[in-house]
C-alpha cells in the first residue's frame, strides 16, 4: 500500500519532468500531411503525391511506412461515399497514392503511419481536389 502510493507519486513526478525538460519530445501530432503539386489524371483515376513533415523542423519524413489510406466525400457533406485508393511506392519521401473518384470534387483522403522511433499512430486527412 504504502509502496504503491511512493510508486505513483514517482510516476507524476517522472512525467511532469520529462514534459519540461523535453518540450520538443516528438509526438504523433507533431507531424503534419502536405500534398505535393496538383493530382494527376491517369485514365479515370487520380495521382495524389504526399509529403510528411516534422513539424518542428519542416523536415521531410521520407522512411514512414503508411498502412492506411481511406477516402471519402467528407468535404462536400458526403462522409458515407467512400473511393477505392491504391497505395503507390513512394519515391524520394513522397508517397503517392492512386485515388478512383466516384465523382469529381473535394475528397477527403484519411492517412495513418508508422514513423521510425515514433510510437505512435501519425494521423493525418488531407482535402483534395479530384477530377474525373
Ligand atoms: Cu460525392
Redesign the pocket.
Known amino acids: 500500500m504504502f509502496r504503491n502510493r511512493i510508486l505513483a507519486s514517482t510516476v507524476v513526478l517522472a512525467c511532469g519532468f520529462a514534459s519540461s525538460i523535453l518540450p520538443a519530445h516528438a509526438v504523433a501530432t507533431d507531424y503534419r500531411f502536405e500534398l505535393v503539386g496538383k493530382p494527376q489524371l491517369s485514365g479515370q483515376k487520380d495521382i495524389v503525391q504526399i509529403r510528411l513533415v516534422h513539424s518542428t523542423d519542416g523536415k521531410p519524413v521520407p522512411d514512414a511506412v503508411i498502412f492506411e489510406s481511406t477516402a471519402d466525400?467528407g468535404p462536400?457533406?458526403?462522409p458515407t461515399?467512400p473511393a477505392p485508393v491504391k497505395v503507390l511506392p513512394a519515391k524520394g519521401g513522397v508517397y503517392s497514392f492512386e485515388v478512383d473518384?466516384?465523382?469529381a470534387?473535394t475528397?477527403a483522403l484519411h492517412l495513418a503511419a508508422k514513423v521510425q522511433g515514433e510510437p505512435e499512430t501519425v494521423r493525418g486527412t488531407i482535402n483534395v481536389d479530384l477530377v474525373k
Open positions: 466525400m462536400q457533406g458526403m461515399m473518384p466516384g465523382m470534387g475528397w
